[in-house]
């Protein structure tokens, strides 16, 4: 009977390590699942955080990009408009349109008005359009006077005499 009793309580023993070892497994795995999907969110979370970072530094490109090239069509507009106002429409085959020395006085002009200080795109009909701010290099802003080769006629560019083609 001791025999028997001692065979029941280590056959219990038995039978309780075993289910004991089952629960240990599934508390493992459980922890492991976890551990995966915590590292999944992490890298969700960088991967989400990173596309932000890009995506700032890309709408910075581009507002500065096109904060220059509407400066730079402001200044040009500039330049042509007072061009225009020097030569006006006095256009004839004898007679240089734009008088010698006004290319000078137009980059002074530009470049007193425009590279001194930052100048604001939000104003006139680009209100509010574009909230940046440009200004011109002075030391690069430069405009010369075209070149040209008299045919047909004689005497210079600046003053050609006879039909000019």
């Not at 075993?18 to 995966?36: C, P």
């Not at 989400?48 to 990009?65: A, C, V």
């Not at 096109?66 to 402001?74: E, H, N």
């Amino acid at each position: 009977m001791y025999r028997a009793l001692m065979f029941k309580r280590n056959t219990l023993k038995r039978g309780k390590v075993r289910r004991n070892q089952s629960r240990g497994v599934a508390l493992i795995t459980s922890l492991l699942l976890l551990l995966l999907l915590s590292g999944m969110t992490v890298a969700m979370v960088i991967s989400s955080n990173s596309d932000m970072l890009i995506n700032g530094y890309y709408r910075g490109f581009r507002g500065s990009f096109y904060s220059a090239d509407s400066g730079l069509t402001i200044a040009r507009q500039q330049m042509i408009n007072q061009l225009m106002a020097a030569g006006g429409n006095k256009f004839s085959a004898t007679v240089q349109p734009i008088p010698p020395g006004t290319e000078t006085g137009v980059v002074v002009n530009v470049n007193s008005t425009y590279g001194t200080s930052f100048q604001s795109l939000n104003s006139g009909q680009g209100a509010y359009a574009w909230p940046e701010t440009f200004k011109l290099d002075t030391a690069g802003t430069t405009l010369s006077a075209p070149t040209c080769t008299v045919l047909g006629g004689g005497g210079t560019c600046a003053a050609p005499t006879g039909a000019v083609t």
